[in-house]
């Protein structure tokens, strides 16, 4: 069973950057892709980014493109997201997910939450 644990959330102002990071409980070379999602509130939860592990291909929301840059550190079973140029509509709870080779996103992080002050 994965677990996902993130961390690096708070409250930052407009403009201002913030990286969170998802860390696994299992090696990130046995998932096929790692990505991340937000809710907003009353919202949906919306894609956001993710990668696949081993093609090494990042996928970006058009509403993050330029802005959000996904990594991963495979010896620490770890991804990132690091987001610049922040801006209010950016603010929900921001989740780590995981999948295997083969399946759909199953494994889920319990969410940190993303604030910006305009």
């Known amino acids: 069973q994965v677990q996902l644990v993130e961390s690096g959330g708070g409250l930052v102002q407009t403009g201002g950057s913030l990286r969170l990071s998802c860390v696994a409980s299992?090696?990130?070379?046995?998932?096929?892709?790692m990505g991340w999602f937000r809710q907003a509130p009353g919202k949906e939860r919306d894609f956001v980014s993710n990668?696949?592990?081993?093609?090494?291909?990042?996928t970006y929301a058009d509403s993050v493109k330029g802005r959000f840059t996904m990594s991963e550190d495979n010896n620490k079973n770890t991804v990132f997201l690091q987001m610049n140029s922040l801006k209010p509509e950016d603010t929900a709870v921001y989740y780590c997910?995981?999948?295997?080779?083969?399946?759909?996103?199953?494994?889920w992080g319990q969410g940190t939450q993303v604030t910006v002050s305009s």
């Open positions: 997910a995981a999948a295997r080779p083969g399946r759909e996103f199953e494994y």
């Open positions: 990668v696949s592990l081993i093609r090494r291909t990042t």
């Open positions: 299992e090696r990130t070379f046995r998932l096929y892709r």
